[in-house]
């Protein structure tokens, strides 16, 4: 059974970083592409950010480009989200995907983890 376990969530004030880590158990993650999505209350899961299995390519949202960024550690079987310059407005709770390509995981993923939330002071 394949968990994902997010961590790194927590209060920032305006302008600040938090890093987001997922960590992935149960079978090989080198060969999955893994995402990032948010949500706030009562709207639907947006898709934040995506890196191919072998970490060669990677994907934003236009609303995150140049402030987040996206990498995986095989070895950890991890991946990360560094998040600088956050707005009030990126407070959600992130969520951590896993599937079989990057389009996959950027649309439909199968596999979700527990999610964390990030919480933005202005």
Known sequence: QV???ES???LVQAGGSLRLS???SGRTFSTYAMGWFRQTPGKERD???AITASGGTTRYAD???GRFTISRDSGKKTVYLQMDSLK???TAVYFCAEGVSIAVVTTTPPRWGQ???VTVSS
């Open 3 to 5: 968990q994902l376990v």
């Open 8 to 10: 790194g969530g927590g």
């Open 22 to 24: 997922c960590t992935a």
């Open 47 to 49: 898709f934040v950010a």
């Open 63 to 65: 609303s995150v480009k």
């Open 88 to 90: 009030p407005e990126d």
């Open 115 to 117: 999610g964390t939330q």
